[in-house]
């Protein structure tokens, strides 16, 4: 089995800054991908920004600019580093993962139990 395990979120003011961290342990031969998705109350659930393990990383719009998506493939661990944050950035965010497993070999996506950010205005 694999899991997500993440930390980091909490309660800031607008225009301030936060760290989310995912670490990935288990059964893991290669991580193919690590990524932040985020659901705000009443929303469906979107990407924020992925990393793949070559180092591309690929953001929603809103937030280009202002997080910063960055691994560390031999720790299997996943930061998003968040700034400028605004109100409409509050939600539970989620990491996630696409790995490949030991011994089968077969793909397989994980999800973290997310944690809260939460952005007073």
């Known amino acids: 089995q694999v899991q997500l395990v993440e930390s980091g979120g909490g309660l800031v003011q607008a225009g301030g800054s936060l760290r989310l961290s995912c670490v990935a342990s288990?059964?893991?031969?290669?991580?193919?991908?690590m990524g932040w998705y985020r659901q705000a109350p009443g929303k469906q659930r979107e990407l924020v920004a992925v990393?793949?393990?070559?180092?591309?990383?690929n953001y929603t719009d809103s937030v280009k600019g202002r997080f910063t998506i960055s691994g560390a493939n031999a720790k299997n661990t996943v930061y998003l580093e968040m700034n400028s944050l605004r109100p409409e950035d509050t939600a539970v965010y989620y990491c996630?993962?696409?790995?490949?497993?030991?011994?089968?070999?077969?793909?397989?996506?994980?999800w973290g139990q997310g944690t809260l950010v939460t952005v007073s205005s």
């Open positions: 996630n993962a696409n790995v490949q497993l030991r011994l089968s070999y077969r793909y397989l996506e994980v």
């Open positions: 288990g059964s893991i031969f290669s991580i193919n991908t």
């Open positions: 990393i793949t393990s070559g180092g591309n990383t």
